[in-house]
């Protein structure tokens, strides 16, 4: 795909030294180079995948045991909420723009993102957002606490730690949409000559996909929490049934937000894989344009199932078996991916380095998780397993196993391009494996938990679990301890390590193996021309 | 899409309403096939104790009723004595033929009953009327007769058989 013939971009490693930005602190608050960004979102989200996972070790330590041991319930609702609102909008998501924001650029021949002052924004929103976040958890009446989905009439009842909530809600869902103008804009406009859309590395296709769901559903979350806030302000009534507003409305309204949400945070995963299993297969990506249809069918396919996710709520038949049927349907694009992946790695030269095993961790798990996605689409067998932990293990091997290893994938992928230096091989092949036990660990039980009763969200369980959970919640310590691992790997990398080629990767192909490793401060200010 | 979000708020009533999916509210139990709309079958309600001081009425005393129905009727039982007493309610029916197409899915003649001293009690029937009923017949008597229960006192002669009683069930 990327054969690229490049007009040598000769003298951009002699910029690096030019002092035409600010030093010291004053560079990072005021840069406008997407590398220096990328790097600060995602610094930023593994400090988020920290705090987050602080929060979930709390959960689980508090069900290691039946009955109330570390937390009262309350807290309890505060840290399930704040793990899930965290996790998605603080760590996956930024995340991924991390990656966009380093590898977009640098992939399709531009010198830097469209709007460098809005991808500043972008980024120095996130830190107020999750300061008021984290924060709301010490103001009168704790934070918000009503899951992250806040439904009413929960968010209507509960302090001001909701409106921190809301609050935080609307600057990520500012940051998120001005990212993704940037993504878009740049991903048109400023594509190197002859790099067509059908030549660009899958990477950028599936963020240019995510990017147009991004915009498409973040202002109607952004709406949501707003009528909420109204609600709990100034009198109106959208969903207060006390003054003749329907709960259950905002249950649809989030839902239209939160399916293409999911889709949002996987679907970049879904890029990133998609170039290791291809680089390490030493093949060229199997189906190229049946995966970017696919990736488009799924975007699209993401807007019409959303009432999948309330079933239960009191729904005509007509309807249930409507989105019953538009849900499993989205399993055949899903499919076509998984199949496309599993034929390039057929008959391919593989080797396993740890972006690779990664890769293979996600197609493994993120299948199992797809597979109880199509077990929950069934109306029949959701009206029993719904608010189970069977649901909770089902979107932890979507968002954990899927995005969070596709993340990991790309991360040591990358990081070679990044520091210019090898990470330690070995360690990171430890990583992976501990993460992929530990993983399983913690939620392949809570399968078995979810379909024996187990509800989610409730700090005690029925002593009959209790096998189960502790297994749970020793997979949930393991997992979250191999994760220093990875930082210490990623932190030994960057100091030093043995000196990473300017394509480290023998089956990379693509425009950001031209420049030299680690990427200089400025790159293809001469735009390469791809034949 | 910020105004998309809030346009759903009256979009979702419009759109239910068109496509004709709000039917939650709506009364959707399911409709009884077997019920024959087309015929009106009187039943009539009798009541009679043998040798016994209790008082027993129909809470109705007819009503009428289309074949295929499930219909559930009320009877009060008193005691009048200071002593508990034990019966057993047979039925029986007029014409003899109805007897085969009135089906009892619940009747106090099932067990017996027994009364504390004064109690009184109201019982149910739950019975439809068979939709192979024939045409001809348009009433239906349902007549019950309280008998005591040995035990508490002799019997009396069987002059109860002197009725033309059926068995019920």
């Given amino acids: 795909m990327n ?154 009842q509960q302090g001001m730690g909701m409106d921190m909530a809301i609050f935080a809600l609307h600057i990520l869902g500012f940051s998120s949409i001005m990212g993704s103008i ?187 998780g797809g597979f109880s996605g199509l077990v929950l689409a069934m109306v029949v067998v959701d009206v029993q397993m719904q608010d189970t932990y069977y649901v909770v293990a089902h979107f932890h091997y979507t968002m954990v196993a899927g995005a969070l290893f596709s993340a990991f994938a790309g991360a040591y992928y990358w990081l070679p391009k990044w520091t210019g230096h090898m990470y330690n091989e070995k360690l990171g092949q430890v990583h992976f494996w501990l993460s992929f036990i530990f993983f399983n660990m913690t939620f392949f039980v809570q399968h078995f938990l979810g379909i024996a009763g187990m509800p989610r969200r409730i700090p005690d369980y029925a002593l009959q679990f209790t096998d189960f959970n502790q297994i749970s919640t020793i997979g949930a310590f393991g997992f979250g301890l191999s994760q220093l691992l990875f930082l210490y790997n990623i932190i030994t990398c960057i100091k030093g390590g043995p000196k990473a080629p300017a394509k480290p990767w023998e089956g990379a192909e693509g425009l950001e193996w031209d420049v030299p490793s680690p990427a200089p401060y400025h790159t293809w200010e001469v735009q390469p021309v791809v034949k | 899409m910020f105004g998309f979000g809030y346009a759903l708020i009256p979009l979702y009533p419009v759109v239910c309403g068109v496509l004709g999916i709000n039917q939650t509210g709506v009364d959707d139990r399911p409709v009884n096939t077997q019920v024959d709309s087309s015929r009106l079958v009187t039943v009539e309600f009798d009541t009679n104790v043998h040798n016994m001081a209790w008082t027993f009425k129909p809470l109705a005393g007819h009503l009428s009723v289309h074949p295929g129905e499930l219909v559930q009727v009320m009877f009060e039982v008193t005691n009048t004595r200071d002593v508990p007493v034990t019966g057993q309610a047979i039925p029986s029916y007029g014409p003899p033929l109805a007897a085969e197409h009135f089906r009892k899915l619940e009747c106090f003649c099932f067990n017996k009953q027994t009364l504390a001293p004064g109690e009184r009690r109201q019982m149910p029937v739950v019975f439809v009327v068979d939709s192979a009923l024939p045409k001809e017949i348009a009433t239906i008597t349902l007549s019950y007769t309280f008998f005591e229960v040995e035990g508490n006192r002799r019997a009396e002669s069987s002059s109860g058989s002197a009725h033309n009683v059926k068995e019920g069930v």
């Fill in chain 1, 182 to 368: 940037n993504i878009i804009t740049t991903i048109f406009n400023l594509r190197a000559p002859g790099m067509t859309l059908m030549k660009m590395p899958l990477f950028c296709w599936t963020w240019l996909v995510t990017a147009f769901l991004v915009i498409a559903v973040m202002p109607v979350l952004a709406g949501a929490v707003t009528m909420t806030l109204t609600d709990r302000h100034f009198g109106t009534s959208f969903f207060s049934a006390a003054g003749g507003g329907d709960p259950v409305l905002f249950q649809h309204i989030f839902w239209f937000f939160g399916h293409p949400e999911v889709y949002i945070v996987i679907i970049p995963g879904f890029g990133v894989v998609s170039q290791v299993i291809s680089t390490f297969s030493r093949k060229p990506l199997f189906g190229y344009a049946s995966m970017v249809y696919a990736v488009a069918a799924i975007g699209i396919l993401s807007f019409t199932v959303w009432a999948h996710h309330m079933y239960t709520v009191g729904m005509p038949v007509t309807a249930q078996l409507y989105f019953m049927y538009a849900t499993m349907f989205i399993a055949v694009p899903t499919g076509v991916k998984i199949f496309n992946w599993t034929a390039t790695m057929w008959r391919g030269s593989l080797s396993f380095e740890t972006p690779m095993l990664f890769a293979i961790g996600f197609i493994f798990l993120f299948t199992v």
């Fill in chain 1, 3 to 156: 054969t690229a013939t490049t007009t040598v971009n000769g003298h951009s490693a002699g910029h690096e030294g030019h002092g035409h930005h600010p030093a010291g602190l004053m560079r990072w608050i005021t840069t406008t180079n997407h590398k220096d960004i990328g790097s600060m979102y995602l610094w930023f989200s593994f400090a988020m995948f920290l705090v987050g996972g602080c929060m979930a070790l709390t959960i689980r330590s508090e069900l290691f045991q039946p009955g109330l041991q570390l937390v009262r319930p309350e807290f309890f609702n505060q840290l399930t909420t704040l793990h899930g609102l965290i996790m998605v909008f603080g760590a996956i998501m930024p995340a991924f723009v991390g990656f966009a924001n380093w590898m977009l650029p640098l992939q399709i021949g531009a010198s830097d993102m469209a709007f460098g002052r809005m991808n500043n924004l972008s980024f120095w929103l996130l830190p107020p957002a999750a300061l008021l976040l984290v924060t709301s958890m010490f103001v009168p009446g704790g934070a918000a606490a009503a899951g992250w989905t806040l439904y009413p009439p929960l968010t209507i």
